[in-house]
C-alpha cells in the first residue's frame, strides 16, 4: 500500500506529583484514597470508643473501689470483736452494709473469712428495681450460701457468675485487691472490685462490689458509633457515585464512539472533553483518537491509492484498446510496426505499473514481519551495485559502488528487505534517466551518526520545482527521448516511504558540474546509525 506508514506515538510516563505519597497513577490513587477514607473513618472512631470505654469502665471501677475500701475501712473499725486473734461480727457488718450500700445502681456482698456469704444487698425486701428481673429469689439466712472455697463437702456444680465470683473471692481472701469485669448471676457482664477487711495482717472477710449498667455502657457505645458508621457510609457512596462519573461513564462514552466507529456512523473517535483530562482515562481517550485518526487517514490513503491505480491502469489499457481496434484497419505495414511497437511498450508499462502497486501494497506488511537489525551498509550496497553488473546488457547504464573511506562497517538498524529495495528503486529510477553511455555511482560516507548513501547520475536532472513532488505516488517525468512506460511514478514513493520507516530522510538535489550547469541528479539517503 502507497499510504505514509503511521509511526505510533507513545505518550510519555506521567510523572507522579512531587509530594505524593500514594502508589499508582493519579486515577488509581483516587480510587484508593476513595476507598481508604470510610476505613479510616470506622476504625478511627473504633478507637475513639475503644478509648471510651476503658475510660468509662476504668472510671467505674475507681468509684467502686474508693466506696468499697471505705465500706471495709469502717466493718474494720467497727466490726472487729476478740484480740488477740481478731474475727469480725457477722450480724453488725451486714447492718453495716445494708445502712451504707446503695442498692439502686449497685451489688454489695460481705463474706467472711470462710468464703461464707453474710449480707448480701440484694436482701433487702423494698427494694425497688427499674427494670424486669427474672424471679426474685428467696432470702438466704447468713451462713446457708457458701462459695465452698476449701473444697468441703459435696461439690454443686456453680454457675458461670458464681464460679467467676468464687476465683475473685479467693484471691481476695489471700489480701490482694481485685477489679475488673466478669459474668454476673444472671449472665451479664458486670464491673466488680472484691476488697479484703483485713485488721493489722489478718483478713476478716471480702467486700465485693458489684456495677450492672456494663450493658448499659455498651449500649452507649454502640449509640455513639452509629454516626462513624452512618459518615463511613455516606462517604462510600459518594466516593461510589463519584468513580461512577468519573469512570464508568466516561468508559461508557468511549465503547459508544468506538461502536460508532466499528458501525462507520464515523471515521474517528472524537472527544475533547475526555482528552483534556490528566489521567489514565485522558491517556486512553488521546490514544484512541490519535489511532482511529491514523485509521481514518489510512482508509482515505487507501481509497486515494484505488482512484490512481484504477486512473493509471486506465490509461495504458485505453492505448492498447485504441492500438487493438485501429490495428486491425491498418493495411500499411510501417503504420502497423508502429502500432504493434506501441502495444509492446503499453503492456510493459502495465506490467511495470502491475509489478510497482503489489509491492506498495505488500510493503506495510513486510515491514512489520522482520524485526530490525543491525546491516552493514556497505556489504549492502556492494551486492546490490555487484548484481547490477552481473546482470548487465550491451548498452545499459554502468552501476558503480564508491565504498567509504573507513575501515569500519557502517551498520544501521532496518530490514535487508526493504532498505534494498530504496537502493533498487533509486538506481533504477537513475538509470532510466541517465543519458547513454553514461554512470550510476553509488557512494557511502558516515557523518554525525547517520549512515549518508548518495546516488548519482549523468541525466538532464530534475527541475527545480519538483525536487520534492517526484517523490509523489504516480508522478512521472520524462525528459525528452526518454523511454515511454519505463517508470510507474511508485518507486520514488516506495523509496521514501521505507526510509521514514527506519527514521531515515531522503531528499533529491541537482549536481552541479564544473562549468555550474546541471550534469545530473543526486538522490541523498541518510539512515541512523546502529549502536554498537
Not at 457512596?237 to 466499528?262: C, E, F, G, M
Not at 522482520?370 to 548487465?392: C, I, K, M, N
Not at 533529491?508 to 543526486?522: K, L, M, S
Request: no cysteine.
Amino acid at each position: 500500500m502507497a499510504s505514509a506508514t503511521v509511526t505510533a506515538k507513545s505518550e510519555p510516563d506521567r510523572r507522579r506529583s512531587r509530594g505524593s505519597w500514594l502508589p499508582g497513577t493519579r486515577l488509581g490513587r483516587l480510587i484508593i484514597a476513595l476507598n481508604l477514607l470510610g476505613l479510616v473513618i470506622l476504625i478511627g472512631g473504633a478507637l475513639v470508643l475503644n478509648e471510651l470505654r476503658r475510660g468509662l469502665v476504668g472510671a467505674r471501677i475507681d468509684s467502686l473501689t474508693t466506696q468499697g475500701e471505705l465500706i471495709a475501712t469502717i466493718i474494720d473499725r467497727a466490726a472487729t470483736i476478740g484480740e488477740p486473734e481478731p474475727s469480725m461480727d457477722g450480724q453488725y457488718a451486714a447492718e453495716i452494709l445494708q445502712m451504707l450500700s446503695n442498692p439502686r445502681s449497685q451489688r454489695a456482698r460481705l463474706f467472711d473469712a470462710e468464703g461464707r456469704l453474710i449480707a448480701d444487698s440484694d436482701w433487702v425486701a423494698d427494694r425497688v428495681e427499674w427494670k424486669t428481673l427474672p424471679p426474685a429469689r428467696q432470702r438466704v439466712d447468713p451462713g446457708t450460701f457458701s462459695l465452698d472455697l476449701q473444697g468441703r463437702g459435696p461439690a454443686a456444680p456453680m454457675a458461670s457468675g458464681e464460679a467467676g465470683l468464687a476465683r475473685e473471692v479467693a484471691k481476695a481472701l489471700k489480701g490482694d485487691h481485685q477489679a475488673g469485669m466478669r459474668v454476673g448471676d444472671h449472665g451479664a457482664r458486670v464491673v466488680s472490685v472484691s476488697i479484703p477487711i483485713q485488721h493489722v495482717q489478718a483478713v476478716l472477710g471480702v467486700l465485693t462490689l458489684e456495677a450492672s449498667d456494663v450493658d448499659e455502657i455498651i449500649a452507649r457505645e454502640r449509640a455513639a458509633l452509629i454516626p462513624f458508621a452512618l459518615i463511613a457510609v455516606s462517604v462510600t457512596l459518594i466516593s461510589s457515585l463519584l468513580l461512577n462519573r468519573l469512570i464508568a461513564q466516561p468508559v461508557r462514552r468511549l465503547a459508544r464512539a468506538a461502536d460508532s466507529v466499528r458501525l462507520s456512523r464515523a471515521r474517528a473517535i472524537s472527544l475533547p472533553d475526555l482528552a483534556k483530562r490528566d489521567d489514565e482515562l485522558g491517556d486512553l481517550t488521546r490514544s484512541l483518537e490519535d489511532m482511529t485518526h491514523a485509521l481514518s487517514e489510512r482508509m482515505d490513503a487507501i481509497e486515494s491509492f484505488a482512484a490512481d491505480v484504477a486512473h493509471e491502469i486506465r490509461n495504458p489499457l485505453t492505448s492498447i484498446r485504441s492500438a487493438l481496434e485501429t490495428l486491425d484497419l491498418v493495411t500499411d505495414p510501417a503504420a502497423r510496426e508502429r502500432l504493434t511497437r506501441i502495444l509492446h511498450q503499453d503492456i510493459q508499462r502495465l506490467d511495470r505499473l502491475i509489478t510497482d502497486i503489489s509491492n506498495a501494497s505488500r510493503l506495510d506488511a513486510e515491514l512489520s514481519r522482520e524485526s530490525p537489525r543491525p546491516l552493514d551498509v556497505g556489504r549492502l550496497l556492494s551486492d546490490v551495485a555487484g548484481l547490477y553488473q552481473e546482470t548487465a546488457k550491451p548498452g545499459d547504464i554502468d552501476v558503480r559502488f564508491v565504498p567509504a573511506d573507513t575501515l569500519e562497517p557502517i551498520r544501521v538498524s532496518g530490514r535487508e528487505g526493504p532498505v534494498g529495495q530504496v537502493f533498487r528503486n533509486l538506481i533504477d529510477n537513475a538509470r532510466s534517466f541517465s543519458r547513454p553511455g553514461g554512470e550510476v555511482r553509488v557512494g557511502l560516507q558516515s557523518s554525525r551518526g547517520q549512515a549518508v548513501v548518495t546516488i548519482d547520475d549523468d541525466g538532464p536532472g530534475i527541475p527545480e520545482e519538483n525536487l520534492e513532488t517526484v517523490f509523489q505516488r504516480f508522478y512521472t517525468s520524462r525528459p525528452k527521448g526518454a523511454a515511454f512506460g519505463g517508470n510507474s511514478g511508485l518507486g520514488l514513493s516506495i523509496a521514501r516511504q521505507i526510509t521514514e520507516a527506519h527514521g531515515g530522510v531522503i531528499r533529491a538535489e541537482n549536481r552541479a558540474g564544473p562549468d555550474g550547469e546541471v550534469a545530473g541528479a543526486r538522490f541523498v539517503v541518510s539512515l541512523p546509525q546502529a549502536r554498537s
